[in-house]
């Protein structure tokens, strides 16, 4: 069984920087995403990466500003978020693929998730 959990959220400045972790235990991982879901919304995709490639693919409203990545040994992942707007306030959730599966980042592909870490960004 695979157990995430994630820390590092917070309250942060318009253009400000934080970084999540998502610490990962239990089966080896195919697949490692984010997803966030803001306050009356549905939750997103915001990026995810493969384990053996570490190719990465994100979210057109993130690109260039988030960076997902993994320590070596690819059990724990990592979501740089750089010049944060008020929009990109949610709370984010790690998910894992032990199996790749259809795509890297609808939900339904997803079999394990934390529980999340909230994000605030003010103006």
């Known amino acids: 069984q695979v157990q995430l959990v994630e820390s590092g959220g917070g309250s942060v400045q318009v253009g400000g920087s934080l970084r999540l972790s998502c610490a990962a235990s239990g089966f080896s991982l195919a697949i490692m995403g984010w997803f966030r879901q803001a306050p009356g919304k549905q939750r997103e995709y915001v990026a995810s990466i493969y384990t053996n490639s570490r190719q990465s693919y994100y979210q057109t409203s993130v690109q260039g500003r988030f960076t997902i990545s993994l320590d070596n040994a690819g059990r724990t992942l990592y979501l740089q978020m750089n010049s944060l707007k008020p929009e990109d306030t949610a709370t984010y959730y790690c998910?894992?693929?032990?199996?790749?599966?259809?795509?890297?980042?609808?939900?339904?592909?997803?079999?394990?998730w934390g529980k999340g870490t909230r994000v605030t960004v003010s103006s």
């Open positions: 998910a894992a693929q032990e199996r790749a599966g259809s795509t890297s980042f609808m939900e339904k592909d997803f079999g394990s």
